[in-house]
């Protein structure tokens, strides 16, 4: 071969080496953020005390019978979680995993720092809308990071590609959970719908801003 020929393939192996490494970075960058994101918009609806979406009402309400941080209830929850996907033989990604330990220890950080809801009414509605948009935000950077789906979300569609409609599934998991969660003390309110009714479009927006990995999300929204 020659050697000029071996030189301009081994120049171009390299560019695409390079920029295979750029955008595996900038997964990563989003994949971080995002999930740094989510976990301090969780922090902020549960410090506003408006009502949470329905998983943090049940960490909520073993938190407030425990003792233990909300968070950490969080990672606690999402490693039981995975442990349901080993009969599925759902595959765990790294950014599930990533999922269950950030969100939990950024939530518990962020609590720390912030100050308790303090009675003022502006103060609480600012901090749920806030909280909202920071998780729409976060999840629209970690999704399209394209580094697997966090526990919840996996155990969803592992049922979903076994003939489960994706839905009622879901529906199902979290009415439990949500109620489950507010016998054990957990805030359910006005926050609640709020969060149910906000943070579909939010993430949807910043989502299609945002993905670095193409994800058919028409499909995921009909199952």
């Known amino acids: 071969m020659d050697p ?14 390079s920029r295979t490494r750029i955008v595996l970075l900038k997964r990563l960058a989003c994949l971080f953020s995002g999930l740094t994101l989510f976990g301090v918009g969780i922090a902020l609806t549960a410090i506003a005390n ?15 019978r425990t003792g233990i941080p909300l968070g950490t209830i969080g990672i606690i929850t999402g490693g039981l979680v995975l442990l349901g996907w080993i009969p599925l033989r759902e595959k765990v990604g790294f950014g599930t995993v990533m999922n269950v330990l950030i969100i939990g220890i950024v939530i518990d950080i962020t609590m720390l720092i912030l100050p308790e809801e303090s009675g003022s009414t502006s103060w609480q509605w600012v901090a749920m809308f ?18 697997g789906p966090g526990p919840r979300d996996g155990l969803m569609t592992a049922f979903a590609r076994r003939g489960y409609r994706m839905r009622r599934t879901r529906t199902i998991v979290e009415s439990l959970v949500l109620v489950t969660g507010w016998l054990l003390g957990g805030t359910v309110g006005a926050g609640t719908v709020f969060f149910a009714l906000g943070v579909g479009p939010a993430v949807e927006y910043f ?17």
């Open 50 to 64: 408006l009502g949470l979406p329905p998983w943090e009402i049940l960490h909520q309400g073993i938190s407030r």
């Open 4 to 17: 000029r020929e071996l030189s301009d393939q081994y120049a171009s192996f390299s560019m695409i080496s």
């Open 207 to 223: 989502f299609h801003r945002t993905s670095i990995v193409p994800i058919n999300v028409k499909t995921r929204s009909r199952t």
């Open 130 to 147: 806030g909280g909202i948009g920071l998780v729409g935000m976060g999840s629209g950077l970690y999704i399209g990071a394209g580094f």
